[in-house]
Each structure stands twice: as structure tokens, then as C-alpha cells.
């Protein structure tokens, strides 16, 4: 006989745990970056921060902290490709 082995899916709190934490360690990198002067470094990993804030706003169904991350990100692109 066979045992059937069940995936074990991780709960929407425990992503939402580790996401946040990702991004908030991620952005801190990034003003540590900034303030050695690691340019671009610095925009990549808040560009990466900004994005898991905004993935923790919308597992939350927080439109502020979806719309606060969605404005940042649109204008650290246009920064970006405007440079």
C-alpha cells in the first residue's frame, strides 16, 4: 500500500511574514547603498523592496499601501529611464 504525500502549502500569514521582512531587509540594503554612493545597486534593491511592500499590500488588500508603493515605483522608474 502506498501512502499519498500532500503538499504542504504555506499559510497567507507566513508569506506575508517573510515578504515584508524580504522587502524591509532589502530596502534597508538600499539605503545603505545609497549612503556609500553604490550607484545603481541602490536603485535596484528598492526597486525590489518597493515591489514586495506592494505584494504585501495587495495579499493585505491594503489599497494605501498598495497606491503609497505603486506611485513610488512608477516614479523611481521614470527617474530611472530618464537618466
Avoid: C
Wanted: aromatic share 14%; charged share 10%.
Amino acid at each position: 500500500m502506498q501512502s499519498v504525500v500532500t503538499p504542504v502549502r504555506p499559510s497567507r500569514e507566513t508569506v506575508v511574514f517573510f515578504v515584508k521582512w524580504a522587502a524591509s531587509i532589502i530596502q534597508i540594503l538600499g539605503y545603505t547603498a545609497t549612503g556609500f554612493g553604490w550607484t545603481p545597486l541602490n536603485l535596484y534593491l528598492f526597486l525590489v523592496g518597493v515591489i514586495g511592500w506592494f505584494a504585501v499590500g495587495a495579499l493585505w488588500k491594503d489599497k494605501a499601501l498598495m497606491l503609497v508603493h505603486l506611485v513610488a515605483l512608477g516614479a523611481m522608474l521614470a527617474g530611472m529611464s530618464s537618466s
